[in-house]
C-alpha cells in the first residue's frame, strides 16, 4: 500500500480517527461538519465503526481518551483496520488527520496501517483478503500538521525495514538460509550503494573465524559471515550493529525439545540488524553504520561440533563448550571482535535471540538491556519506550563474570547453573568486546517473535527495528 500526502482527495471512503470525547463528536468542516450519533460512537477505545452520509462512507477509529492514548495502542487499533478491514479498501480511500492530533498519532497512524497489510500466508494458494493491498493508494490529509511529509518519509522507511524484518523471521529456515541472509544484503547494498563483503566457509577459517565455524559445522547449509558498511558523506556518528544470525536452532546435540519448530525466529537479530540498515539507507540517516550477521545453521550431524569441545575463537581465546545449544553467543563473539578489531564504531550494538532465561525475566513484552554506558543505555531505552518496544536493563557485574571461568580453556559457553542465564550470557559476550565502553546487548529472544492478535501461530514482530532508527535519528537530532 503506498501512502501519498495530498491536498485534497476525490476518495469516497474517509477513515477518522478520533480521540474520545463523551459530548459527541463531528465530522470535520471539509466533509461537511455534522455529528456523529452518540449511541454510535465517541471515539472509545479500539472502537471501528461504519457511518454513512451522503455518497461517503466513513470508517471511524477510535483512540480512547487524548490524555491517555500512547504510540502503541494507537499504532494497534490502525493496524487492525487494514488486518481486519480490508473491504473498505474495495474504493478509493484518505485517511484524515485533524488538529486533534499529533507528530506521534500520524506515525501510529501510517505505521500501523501498513503493518496491518502484512500477511503470513505466503504459500497460501487462494488469498484470503477482498483487495491486493500492493495496489491501493492511500490519500493522507493532514492540513493541520506540518511535519507530515517528514513524517510520512521516514515511517515509510521505517516500514520498508519493519516489513523486511518480518518477512525473514517468518519464512521457514530451508528457505531463509544464511546465504539466503547473505544474498538479501547483498541486494540492499546494490541499491542503496554500500558495501558488503561475505565470508564463506573456506575464507572464515582462513581468517580464524573459529566460535563461527564451530557453530555451522554441522549443517548442510554453508555459514556465511555478513558484513554491511553503509556511509553518508555526512556521517556524524559511527555505529556498528551485530545480529545472531542462527536460521535454525536445533540446539545441536544439546538437541531442543518441545516448541522446536519457533527456532526458525533464532536470526530474529540478524533481521532486526538488516531492517534497521534498510531504514536507516532508505531515510538517507547521515550516519556510518557498519553492520556484521553471523549467519548459521545449528544443527546435528557427522561433522556437527560436540559438547566438551574445545574450540578457538578471532579474538584468540578458546572456549569450551559445555553446551551446543548456547550457540549464539559463539558466533556473535566472532562477530563483536571483528567490528572491534576493524571498525571501532563509537557505540556498538548487539541483537540477539540469545536465551529463554530472557523471556523467563521479562516474558514476551520486554528485552533485556545490557550496557557499559549509562547514555547508551538511556538512549537505547528512550528509542524504544515511547513506542512500545521495551528494553529494560539487567546488570553486567563481574560476579557473574566469574561463573564462566573454564578450568581447560579461557572461557567456557554455559555456567550449567539454571539461573542468571541472560546476565552470563551478556558477559560471555562482553568478554569479546574489547573493552568497548559504549557497548549494549539487546537480548531479545522475548520480543522478535510471539502471539497477537492478528495470527493463530506466533510470528515476527518487527521488534527492534523502529528503535534503532529511534536511536540512529535521535543521535543525528541531538547527539544523544
Ligand atoms: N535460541 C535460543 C534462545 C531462545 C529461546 C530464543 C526462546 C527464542 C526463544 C538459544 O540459543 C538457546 O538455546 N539458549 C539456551 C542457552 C542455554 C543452553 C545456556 C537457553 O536459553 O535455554
Ligand atoms: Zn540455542
Ligand atoms: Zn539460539
Known amino acids: 500500500m503506498q501512502i501519498q500526502i495530498s491536498s485534497s482527495s476525490a476518495a469516497t471512503h474517509i477513515l477518522l480517527p478520533f480521540f474520545e470525547r463523551a459530548d459527541g463528536l463531528q465530522l470535520p468542516e471539509q466533509f461537511g461538519g455534522g455529528a456523529i450519533p452518540k449511541k454510535l460512537f465517541t471515539g472509545e477505545t479500539g472502537a471501528l465503526r461504519h457511518f454513512h452520509q451522503g455518497d461517503r462512507l466513513f470508517l471511524l477509529v477510535g483512540l480512547g481518551p487524548a490524555e491517555k492514548a500512547n504510540f502503541e495502542e494507537m499504532k494497534g487499533h490502525f493496524r487492525k483496520v487494514t488486518a481486519k478491514q480490508s473491504a473498505f479498501f474495495k474504493e478509493p480511500v484518505a485517511l484524515f488527520i485533524d488538529d486533534t492530533?499529533?507528530?506521534?498519532?500520524?506515525?501510529?497512524?501510517?505505521?500501523?496501517?501498513?503493518?496491518?497489510?502484512?500477511?503470513?500466508?505466503f504459500y497460501k494458494k487462494t488469498k484470503?483478503?477482498?483487495?491486493d493491498f500492493s495496489q491501493i493508494t492511500l490519500d493522507l490529509l493532514a492540513p493541520e500538521l506540518p511535519q507530515a511529509a517528514k513524517i510520512l518519509q521516514q515511517s515509510t522507511a521505517i516500514w520498508q525495514g519493519q516489513k523486511r524484518c518480518m518477512e525473514l523471521v517468518d519464512q521457514p529456515a530451508h528457505l531463509v538460509t544464511p546465504t539466503f541472509l547473505a544474498d538479501t544484503?547483498?541486494?540492499?547494498?546494490?541499491?542503496?550503494?554500500?558495501?558488503?563483503?561475505?565470508?564463506?566457509?573456506?575464507?572464515?577459517r582462513e581468517i580464524g573465524l573459529d566460535a563461527f565455524l564451530a557453530v555451522g559445522q554441522g549443517s548442510a547449509r554453508p555459514p556465511a559471515f555478513v558484513i554491511a558498511d553503509y556511509v553518508h558523506p555526512d556521517a556524524r556518528i559511527h555505529v556498528g550493529l551485530v545480529g545472531k544470525g542462527v536460521t535454525f536452532d536445533t540446539g545441536g546435540y544439546n538437541i531442543k525439545t518441545a516448541g522446536m519448530h519457533h527456532m526458525k525466529c533464532d536470526m530474529g537479530g540478524a533481521a532486526a540488524v538488516i531492517g534497521a540498515l534498510e531504514a536507516a539507507a532508505a531515510a538517507a540517516l547521515p550516519i556510518r553504520l557498519t553492520a556484521i550477521l553471523p549467519c548459521v545453521e545449528n544443527a546435528i550431524g557427522a561433522h556437527a561440533f560436540l559438547p566438551s569441545d574445545v574450540i578457538g575463537s578471532y579474538s584468540g581465546k578458546t572456549i569450551e563448550v559445555i553446551d551446543t545449544d548456547?550457540?549464539?553467543?559463539?558466533?556473535?563473539?566472532?562477530?563483536?571482535?571483528?567490528?572491534?578489531?576493524?571498525?571501532?564504531?563509537?557505540?556498538?550494538i548487539d541483537l540477539a535471540t540469545l536465551t529463554g532465561s530472557s523471556v523467563g525475566t521479562f516474558g514476551y513484552a520486554c528485552a533485556a538491556l545490557f550496557s557499559t554506558d549509562k547514555t547508551l543505555e538511556n538512549s537505547l531505552m528512550e528509542a524504544g519506550m515511547s513506542i512500545g518496544e521495551r528494553v529494560w536493563p539487567l546488570p553486567l557485574w563481574e560476579l557473574y563474570g566469574k561463573e564462566m571461568e573454564s578450568d581447560i580453556a579461557d572461557i567456557k559457553n554455559y555456567h550449567g547453573k539454571p539461573f542468571a542465564g541472560a546476565i552470563t550470557a551478556a558477559k560471555f559476550l562482553q568478554a569479546f568486546t574489547d573493552g568497548h565502553e559504549k557497548w549494549a546487548h539487546l537480548d531479545i529472544a522475548g520480543t522478535a517473535f510471539g502471539d497477537s492478535a492478528f495470527a493463530k501461530s506466533k510470528h515476527a514482530t518487527g521488534f527492534g527495528v523502529h528503535l534503532l532508527f529511534n536511536l540512529l535519528q535521535n543521535h543525528v537530532d541531538h547527539g544523544k
Open 101 to 121: 492530533h499529533s507528530e506521534e498519532s500520524l506515525q501510529a497512524a501510517v505505521l500501523g496501517l501498513w503493518m496491518g497489510t502484512y500477511r503470513l500466508g
Open 128 to 131: 484470503a483478503d477482498e483487495v
Open 185 to 204: 544484503v547483498q541486494r540492499l547494498g546494490e541499491q542503496y550503494s554500500f558495501e558488503v563483503k561475505v565470508f564463506d566457509a573456506a575464507q572464515a
Open 326 to 348: 548456547a550457540e549464539g553467543r559463539l558466533i556473535l563473539a566472532d562477530g563483536l571482535h571483528y567490528m572491534q578489531k576493524h571498525f571501532q564504531p563509537e557505540l556498538l
